[in-house]
Structure formats: C-alpha cells, structure tokens
C-alpha cells in the first residue's frame, strides 16, 4: 500500500549496496540496478521545493566528478574526500564505485557526501581504481534512481560511468537505444552515454575504440569519468565546455609513458584535498585511458576551438581551484577591479553577499579605495531540511540565511556586490534586510553581465521568461529589488579579466551564442524571447 506523502517524504531513502562478480557478463536484459529502488515515476520529496530556503537565485551547478587508479591505496576513501572537495557542485546525491580483482562495487545514496558514506561503507568498497559523483540534477529528476555513478555491465565486466555537462541530443539518443531494446533504468542522459558505450563494447569493440565511437553519438557538454576493470577512462567534449583535471597523487609528475597513480577531478580542489599534484587540462575532445601500463591520450575529436563555460570562472568552480594557471579567487577579485572602474559609486562602505561575492567585492573596494566590511553573517549551516518555517518565520526570510550587522550599517552608504543575479527574488529581500538594519542608501554591483539566456549544457538557469534580465530593463529591474542604483559589469570586462583570448569562453547565457547547436524543440522549451533584443541594458545606469 503506498504510505501517504507526509510519511513518504520522511522515510528513510532507498540505498544500494552493488557488488557484481568479474566478467564473463551478458548484456543486461533486466535493470542492472537492485530492487530496492523504487521507480522513477515513484518519486521521493524534491529536496529543492521542500526546502528550508526558497529555491535559490542562482544558476545550479550539475555535477562533481572524480576518478582515481592507485593500486595499494585506499581508493574509495580518497575518492570520498574528492567529493567533498567538490560538494558545492552538487548536494543532491553522491556514489562511489570501486573495481578490484573480483569485480566492481557501487554505493549511492539521495544526500550529502559526509551523509552517504560511513567508515564501514568506504571499507567495503576496496579496489585500485574508483569512480565517484556528486550530483545536481538537470535532466532527470532529484531521485536515488538516477544517483551516479552508472553501472552497466558489459561483455568486458562492469562500467561505471560519471558525468558532468547535458547532452542535447538526448531525447534522439534515448529513441534510439530504446529501439535497440536497452532497458534504460533511469530518466539521465548519463544513463545513455553508459549504454552507448557498452554496446560498442558488446558489439566487440576495446574500452578505448567502444568510448570513441559512444562519445561521436553525443552533442553537447559531457566532462566523463569512467571506471572499467581494466582501467579508468577520462574524456572532455569536443568544445571542453565542462571543466576536468589530470592530477597525480604526491608531489612528484611522472616521466611520460611511467605508470603512476593518476587522479582525474572536476576541479584542482579536489587534487589538493588527497595531496594530489596538478598535471594538467584534459584537453576538448580528448581522452585519456589510464591502465596498469600508464596513461595514454587520444583525440576522439578532432580539436576545436575551446569553449569552457565562463560561469565557471565567476561562479561555479571553487574560488581556490586553479584555472589558466591562477585561482579563481584572483580571476574574480580582478572582475572587481573592472567592475569599479566601469560603474563606481560614492558611497561609504563595499560589502559582498557571501561567500560568492567576496572576491569581486575586495576588487572594487581595491579599485575604488572605499573600506571593504563584512555587513552580512552567513549561517553556513543552513541545509536541505523537510522542516518547514513558520509563517513569521518566512517574513523574516532571508535572515535564517544572512543577517545584517546592524552596528555596521547604520548610517551607512553601502555598494553591495554580488556575482549574479538570476531571478532578483533573493536580491530583494537582501537589499530589505539592509535598509532595515539601517543603511541609508544601497547600491547593488553585479561581477557578470545581464543573464538573458538559459544554459543547455548542464547548468540549471531556468527558463528564458523566468530571467529577470530578459524580461526587464536596468530601471526595472533596479525598483524590483529597490536599490538606489544597479549596475552590471560588461560582457567585454568579464572576458577581457580572464587574461586569455575571448573566443575561448562560452558565455551564451549572456548572449544567446550557443557554442554547440541546440535542437529546436529543447530550445523552443526554453528560450520564449529569442525574437526580441535583451531587454536589460549592460553597464552603468
Ligand atoms: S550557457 Fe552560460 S552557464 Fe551554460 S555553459 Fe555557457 S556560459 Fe556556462
């Protein structure tokens, strides 16, 4: 009998505990996945509507990712710290799957990574090579079901298969696979890339051949790890739009062609939590096949020009992540810099919206030679919850989250930075917060142009008619979150901070230039203003 919603949503989630012998395997016939998970369509409580905090005004990230071949390591340990240090790109779920002498081992649960995994669980996935994720969802819904990483087995043993980016030909490859009589278990196109593969491979084909002719059947953005029994396999999309890393762990690189103990990562951050050292960029379109024998690399694709999402530049990624060879956190003081220059104000005081405002903001204050001061505390602890506030509580909103420092607004002329602004609803209520706390006049600075576009390779931007900078102009949108002046750093500064050629960004959530062609009816679903100009106009008022 089904329990009643209320219940439902408090009952513990379902896990799974794979543990499958070595090859020989047949081609699946029925779900690979236990049957302690419910159905798709049998779905859990989103965590993101029954949230504590309103679905936040921000673009979501979708994934971390993480691939470690260390033999006499503790893998799955490593890869549980690898997916801390990659948390904030995806609170939603994690897994790890592990590959020894007897086979592959998988462990995913609905949650944070220090909330899936104990002591006991990363005991019992031992191995030499593993697998981990952390997942956002974009396409597929917030449900175990589609947790990663995706386990597929194949003629050659076990895949597991972990994925960050969106494919935008997934609806065609979901038809074709499902022509073919895949029984596809979950509702991701990570699922299907998982299946592509292991048909090349069932087909006959190597690891190395099966992913090259699995990766020419995918469009759009894809950074993929990949775990096999014989080794671990790293790849980028042709244009790099989703960011992946080659480490190795200690601190000494490898002669070319030397074996070694090679981590792959989303992010630096996620090598320099394990004591991993920095190699390199995967580069767009390459692959990489790491194997008791070393590593080696192969263009799948034929190299493009490199588009890297520029979001992940003034946003996403860690501010401690290293990126062209500087932090992040050096990128987006420097967006400050620009910023002021471009849209000063005479004003008291610059204070950021923390944490992700902070770097920008201690630019413009060192640009501008106006005092930078913390006017907002952040509660850190705030999480995911299915307790919901009172309603006195909701009045007082934002405050759970951020409270304003009384003592140092009072009086005060404040320019407030953030880096973005998607909706403008959380802007509101901290420009309120503000003036309740006593400022006098508040500015807003935003560290990125006007978002006017969704994004189609992975990143949660809603949809075109729910951007407040598509829909309104600067004014507008300066009364709607009742600020004295609003201003947006240009799409020229953003670019020209990073120091590297501009054409190397993809930045189509600011201009509507998608670097890769996005079919008509998933744009269609999207984009409801395409015909008209952007509305909001860039730089200052
Ligand atoms: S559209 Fe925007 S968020 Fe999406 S990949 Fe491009 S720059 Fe990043």
Known sequence: MRQPNVLRSLAPLPIAFLSHPAPPMTFPSKSFLDESYDSPQDHVADTRSESLLEHPDKPEEACGI??????DEEVAR?????????????????????????????????????????????????????????????????HVCN??????????????????????????????????HHDLVTTTDSEMIAFALAEAVNDGADWVSAAEQAFNRCYGAFS??????????????????RPLVLGVLGPDIPEVGQPAHYVLASETCALDIIGATYVRDIEPGELVWITPEGII??????????????????????????????????????????????????????MAVPDSGVPAAIGFSQQSQIPYAEGLIKNRYV???????????????IRMKLNPLKDVLEGKRILIVDDSIVRGTTSRKIVQALRDAGATEVHMRISSPPVTHPCFYGIDTDNQDQLIAATKTLDEIADQINVDSLAYLSWEGMLAATNQEPGSFCSACFTGNYPVEIPEPFKRAKLKFEAKEPVATLGVP
Not at 66 to 71: D, I, N, Q, V
Not at 97 to 117: D, E, I, P, R, W
């Open 78 to 142: 490593l890869a549980y710290f690898g997916l801390f240090a990659l948390q904030h790109r995806g609170q939603e779920s994690a897994g790890i799957a592990t590959f020894n002498a007897s086979g592959s081992h998988c462990y995913k649960h609905m949650g944070l990574v220090s909330q899936v995994f104990d002591d006991q669980i990363l005991q019992d996935l031992s191995g030499h090579i593993a697998v981990g994720h952390t997942r956002y969802s974009t396409t597929g819904s917030s």
């Open 383 to 397: 999480g995911r919850t299915f307790i919901q506030p009172t309603q006195s509580m909701r009045e007082v909103g």
């Open 147 to 180: 947790a990663q990483p995706a386990m597929v087995p194949t003629r050659l043993g076990d895949l597991a298969l972990a994925h960050n980016g969106n494919l935008v030909n997934a609806a065609d490859l979901r038809e074709e696979l499902l022509d073919r």
């Open 224 to 241: 993929l790890v990949i775990g096999t029994p014989n080794g671990i396999l790293g790849a980028r999309d042709q244009q790099g739009i």
């Open 297 to 350: 690399s192969r263009q799948w694709a034929e190299a493009t020009q490199r588009k890297l999402c520029v979001f992940e530049m003034i946003y996403f990624s860690r501010p401690d992540s290293i990126v062209n060879g500087e932090s992040l956190y050096s990128y987006r003081r420097r967006l400050g810099h620009q910023l002021a220059k471009e849209a000063p104000a005479d004003v008291d005081l610059i």
């Open 66 to 71: 993480f691939g470690l071949y260390a033999p």
